[in-house]
């Protein structure tokens, strides 16, 4: 079983950028999707990114241009760069992974990490 551990969360002003690291442990996760999904105070969960094990990235409408997601098997690493942040990418930040090629649920979750964008 994989284990999911995210790092890089914080504060930071609008228009500025963080970098989120998600390290998987257990197991090689190169058979696994991986994915970025957030949840802002009082809305729904919304998967901001997903990379297939096939291959390829999909992003959510909201972060496309300001997100770029890029995966190193060879570490079990997954990256999550974050540029012109605004007030409404505030949220938990949680890494997923699942063997499904395009999951509808995710199996596996990291803790999560705050991010938060002060206007």
């Known amino acids: 079983q994989v284990q999911l551990k995210e790092s890089g969360g914080g504060l930071v002003q609008a228009g500025g950028s963080l970098r989120l690291s998600c390290k998987a442990t257990?197991?090689?996760?190169?058979?696994?999707?991986v994915g970025w999904i957030r949840r802002a105070p009082g809305k729904e969960y919304e998967v901001v990114t997903r990379?297939?094990?096939?291959?390829?990235?999909t992003y959510a409408n909201s972060v496309k241009g300001r997100f770029t997601t890029t995966r190193n098997n060879a570490e079990n690493t997954v990256f999550l760069q974050m540029n012109n942040l605004k007030p409404e990418d505030t949220a938990v930040y949680f890494c997923?992974?699942?063997?499904?090629?395009?999951?509808?649920?995710?199996?596996?979750w990291g803790q999560g990490t705050q991010v938060t964008v002060s206007s």
């Open positions: 990379v297939p094990w096939s291959g390829g990235v």
């Open positions: 997923t992974a699942d063997r499904s090629e395009r999951p509808r649920t995710w199996d596996i």
């Open positions: 257990g197991r090689a996760f190169t058979s696994y999707t």
